[in-house]
């Protein structure tokens, strides 16, 4: 009882009227005519069927399907064959109307196209999608007039009336999760575009697209197609469905990147050491760099300064000679081992890291020396040059070389060997300063005296405390008054007028080489 209220629901009381009173009218004059029970059965099947018709409901075919085969019995049994061949007819045409209207008419079936996946369908009565009269069709039929019919041959009317369709959300939402598209199985996740290394450059390798959707944005695209009465949708054309990839191949940032990595492998540094340069390019920076299993580039600034470091390590490993001996061919024609650990190449590790750093990015192409924290006055492992002072200890004797030539010599009172805390310390060695005059201070004593204080007039410091000066005190040089007692607190002690001459010809760069 309820489906055939609700089936009437939007009828006029007219429209039921009229079915009524027309059916009843047929089974009326039938039974006053006699007719048989086929005959008024096809002529109630008549009327059904036009006035369903007009109601836009589908079960008007079945009925005009019955009126036909039952109206061709009925003319074929009385002969009239052209209306059983015209009845006849009438089979396939409903049955082709039947098709169509199951195909077009609005029961909401729609098309779902995705990326990647074939088309599904959505019912439309699986979403409660179906006519909503606004009552202007009823209104248009109340106001016509039965006998108003004839002004139609020299006058026309024209009638609007708006379509309206409604469907339940709730249900579309639950159609839009079964659909295979919505399925995490056959979901692909989109790939951010990147920079790798290929066929020997770095190159953009395109973000790829995927197909893993936004749920809500699909079922904000699918709810418009619906209101809009469309009968296909291709979710691929709509806006904000499908999840994008983070990084595409025109993002600025990536371009920076492509670009910093091209810098890389174009970065070319010369490093001189003398007569042995070494090059670093981008070979070498290429085996820095950790690519994935797709070529993708790994950007690791930790990593490439380590790898920056480990490199300059090496560098100052085979080039530094700070902390080394060196042979050192003496004026008496001695060969000696001299150990420094104050003179020498020192490569500043640190700042040379940074120099390269800022190099690679920038793709410096450059011939230039390390960053030093310390520098030498030759190169190679033999590093004095032929500009230095020679001070034999054994010998008690000083030599001033320049350029290969002696321009100074003299004999010296070196650090008393009979102690050990006053013994000058061999090795390699630099100027400090220059100070004329001065006065010489030993350590200070619990009474706040020092323990000496003696006053020179040339001061040339380079070992901590230890120094040139003039030592008027001393009633000889050379010798081996070093041994016997009269040595000094460490410093080299000489002639007046030799330390006179030192004093105006030392330099800070020039080596001092000391040894036994």
Known sequence: ?????????????????????????????????????????????????VVLCAKGKIENYAFGLFQAVTYAYICFQSHIYGEVMYNILMVPM????????????????????????????????????????????????????????????????????????????VKLKKQLEKLECVKKENQTAPEDAYVAY???????????????????????????????????????????????????????????????CQNLIRTKIVYIFGEEPVTLEGDEIRKWLIFDERGQLQKNEDELRQCVAEYVAQLAATHDTVNTEREFCTTSGRTVQVYSSVYGWKIDQEKEIETIMQEMIAG???????????RANARGMNDIGNTYIEVDLSAQHLYYYQDGSIILESDIVSGDMQYAE????????????????????????ENGKYEYERPVTYWMPFNGGIGFHDASWQPYFGGNRFREGGGSHGCINLPADKAAELYNRIDESVPIVCFY
């Open 364 to 374: 410096v192409q450059i011939n230039r020396e390390p960053v030093y924290a310390m």
């Open 198 to 260: 290929k066929d020997s450059k770095f190159e953009i390798v395109p973000e790829t697209e995927g197909n893993t959707l936004d749920f809500n944005g699909a079922y904000q695209a699918l709810s418009e197609a619906v209101t809009d009465k469309k009968r296909t949708i291709d979710l691929n054309s709509c806006p904000a469905v499908y999840i994008k990839a983070a990084v595409l191949k025109d993002d600025p940032d990536l371009k920076n990147s492509l670009e910093e």
């Open 422 to 445: 006053r013994q000058t310390p061999p090795g390699i060695f630099q100027l400090y300063y220059k100070k004329s005059p001065s006065v010489l201070k030993g350590k200070m004593l």
């Open 1 to 49: 009882m309820e489906k055939i209220k609700s089936y009437f629901k939007d009828w006029t009381m007219f429209e039921k009227s009229w079915l009524l009173i027309s059916s009843v009218t047929m089974v009326v004059l039938s039974l006053m005519w006699g007719d048989s029970m086929i005959a008024l059965l096809s002529g109630l099947a008549g009327i059904i069927s």
């Open 94 to 169: 409903i049955i082709i109307g039947i098709i169509s209207w199951k195909k077009n008419m609005a029961d909401g079936n729609g098309e779902v196209k995705a990326r990647n996946l074939k088309s599904q369908s959505i019912n439309g009565k699986l979403i409660g999608y179906r006519y909503v009269s606004d009552g202007s069709i009823s209104q248009y039929l109340d106001e016509q007039k039965p006998y108003k019919w004839v002004r139609g041959f020299w006058k026309k009317q024209n009638y609007t009336a708006k379509e309206n369709m409604t469907y339940d959300k």
